[in-house]
């Protein structure tokens, strides 16, 4: 499900074009005024979304996201963003938005803000991977296991940055503050600015003795198994995020978020469109016009070993190619929420290349009779 296209504009809308768009739609799919309740749910969930420009942003980046909280695995879900109740009040959290300014103009760059403090300068990088699954896997909740190269809390110093009995002190050129001014002088005259202190790097404190396995950076390359919960009814392009689980901060700061980006397998009997299956049934001459019950693999069954249930069809007479069969629930989950979709099978009346003679005899009277 694409935002844009659910809204009819380009992704370079503007805000305004964006909001008459939405109300166009919504007055036209409102269920109160006898509209399609699903649609205008999708329609509010886009708006909700690229009416906000930071929600925006990262769609464009990760596409539709949803949170798995650090050390959840299992325990459930939240949307980033709306999707009903489920969604309100709930925000997309990359960083606080006033350390990347502060990051290019300096802290206080907009009027005395807040100060970026010394562990936003430490924090962790963010960690993106992507993960493949079949089909059968978003009928069901699982958990895959992922071992990831990166950064990790140095054992040694557990993330302090010094030698164990050894102390951390305040540095003496900015007294902890991380900071110092500097005066610049120009044919404007002199001016006086905050800047990284050159002794500490800007950390306000300085080990004793820098640890001996990470050399003071309170971190160490190494490797992780996390457990990524994927919930039932994902689809391709859906991202995750694992708050923690990225990149370990420096010196005991803040670790990065992973963003685990899914993508479902296509099958070799079953076409997904949303949250709907649609397959193909053969059938010959004799079932379609006289009618029978024929039986069907589903994609349910014994997932761990790969086993597939059965269903059983039944052929109207006078089936022709190209009728569909629905039937109700046996499409994929929908993603959270209850309920699942539909399996929609096409009939198709297979014409023999070869007879047998009894064939040809039997074809032989029923064209006689007209048939």
């Not at 003795?209 to 950076?217: L, T």
């Amino acid at each position: 499900m694409d935002y844009y296209e659910l809204l009819g504009v380009q992704k370079t809308a503007s805000e305004d074009e964006i909001k008459k768009a939405f109300h166009k739609l919504a007055h036209k799919y409102h269920p109160d005024k006898g509209g399609d309740e699903k649609k205008f749910k999708e329609i509010n969930e886009a708006y909700q979304v690229l009416s906000d420009k930071q929600k925006r942003a990262q769609y464009d980046q990760y596409g539709r996201v949803f949170d798995q909280g650090a050390g959840d695995a299992g325990q459930g879900f939240n949307w980033a963003w709306g999707n009903g109740a489920q969604g309100e009040g709930v925000e997309f959290d990359m960083g606080d938005i006033g350390d990347v300014f502060e990051e290019f103009f300096g802290a206080g760059a907009f009027g005395g803000g807040r100060r970026a403090t010394k562990k936003d300068a430490r924090k962790g990088k963010d960690i993106q991977v992507d993960i493949e699954i079949n089909l059968e896997r978003t009928l069901k909740e699982s958990v895959e296991k992922i071992n990831l190269a990166k950064q990790v809390v140095c054992n040694r110093c557990a993330g302090v940055g010094a030698e164990p009995g050894t102390k951390v002190k305040e540095c003496f050129s900015c007294r902890g503050s991380g900071q110092v001014q500097q005066v610049k002088k120009t044919i404007f005259g002199s001016f006086t600015s905050l800047g990284v202190c050159p002794e500490c790097k800007g950390e306000g404190t300085i080990p004793e003795k820098p640890c001996n396995v990470c050399k003071g950076e309170g971190r160490t390359k190494g490797q992780e198994t996390i457990d990524v919960t994927i919930p039932a009814g994902i689809d391709t392009n859906q991202v995750i995020r694992i708050d923690g689980k990225g990149e370990a901060g420096r010196k005991g700061a803040k670790a990065g978020n992973l963003f685990v980006r899914i993508f479902v397998k296509k099958h070799n009997v079953f076409d997904r469109r949303g949250d709907d299956l649609f397959s193909f049934v053969d059938i010959n001459f004799s079932q379609a016009a006289m009618g029978d019950n024929v039986e069907m693999k589903i994609l349910d069954g014994d997932l761990p070993t790969g086993r597939q249930a059965n269903i059983l069809l039944e052929v109207p007479a006078g089936t022709e190619t190209g009728k569909v069969l629905r039937i109700s629930g046996k499409g994929i989950p929908h993603f959270g929420g209850y309920g699942r979709g539909n399996l929609y099978v096409e009939f198709k009346v297979k014409t023999p290349k070869k007879l047998s003679k009894k064939q040809k005899e039997l074809f032989e009277r029923l064209k006689e009779e007209g048939f």
